[in-house]
């Protein structure tokens, strides 16, 4: 069985926490409880194979910078999720994105989510200013709703899928088969991934 650990990373209020519930435990959070940054697991099965997914939320304050450092640098996959019903927060992903950087030694892989779909009636930001977006940064976009759990598995498991094939062309063009991470603690594998790109699809 295969582990990876996820950052799903935007502004408060974004719903961070309720995508994170909905995928682990099937339900939706009515009252937001701001959050420092909040685990959850999950094992699931993704194109026949069993894995353990660990996801944590990151706020980007500034004061909480060190420790949301620490997170980056220990995980493999990112949501950068916005709030369709929120301007500032999707003009705030660049920043986010950015302020990932410095704390990995490779490039990481990204996914962003623009999430609470079901507002439509709520919407400033539009669908395709969501997918220009995600060809800027390279990478796979979603809209969710952690609400009505629309995409909510779907985003996880492409995530899942993304990481399996960058560690499995890691491992080819090193010549060596691919290996499960072999790490005691789900999330820390034990080598250090070299530079990739995200798939646009």
């Known amino acids: 069985m295969d582990q990876w650990r996820i950052a799903v990373v935007g502004e408060g209020g974004v719903g961070k926490t309720s995508l994170s519930v909905q995928f682990t435990l099937n339900s939706f959070?009515?009252?937001?409880?701001?959050?420092?940054?909040?685990?959850?697991?999950?094992?699931?099965?993704?194109?026949?194979?069993?894995?353990?997914?660990?996801v944590i939320n990151i706020i980007g304050q500034e004061e909480y910078a060190t420790l949301r450092d620490q997170w980056v640098r220990e995980v493999q996959g990112f949501l950068l999720v916005y709030s369709i019903t929120s301007r500032a927060?999707?003009?705030?992903?660049?920043n986010f994105r950015q302020s990932m950087l410095p704390a990995k030694r490779e490039e990481p892989v990204f996914t962003l989510v623009g999430n609470k779909c079901d507002m439509v009636n709520e919407r400033e930001?539009?669908?395709?200013?969501?997918?220009?977006?995600?060809r800027k940064f390279g990478c796979e976009f979603f809209e969710t709703s952690a609400k009505t759990a629309q995409n909510v598995e779907r985003v996880f498991t492409n995530l899942v899928r993304t990481l399996r094939m960058h560690k499995e062309a890691q491992s080819s063009a090193a010549g060596v088969s691919?290996?499960?991470?072999?790490?005691?603690?789900?999330?820390?594998?034990?080598?250090?991934?070299?530079?990739?790109?995200?798939?646009?699809?």
């Open 29 to 54: 959070i009515e009252i937001y409880d701001p959050t420092i940054e909040d685990i959850y697991r999950k094992q699931m099965i993704v194109d026949n194979r069993m894995c353990f997914v660990e």
């Open 89 to 94: 927060s999707f003009d705030l992903l660049e």
């Open 125 to 134: 930001v539009s669908r395709e200013e969501g997918a220009a977006l995600a």
């Open 178 to 201: 691919p290996a499960l991470p072999t790490s005691p603690t789900p999330g820390f594998p034990t080598k250090k991934k070299k530079s990739f790109k995200c798939i646009v699809l």
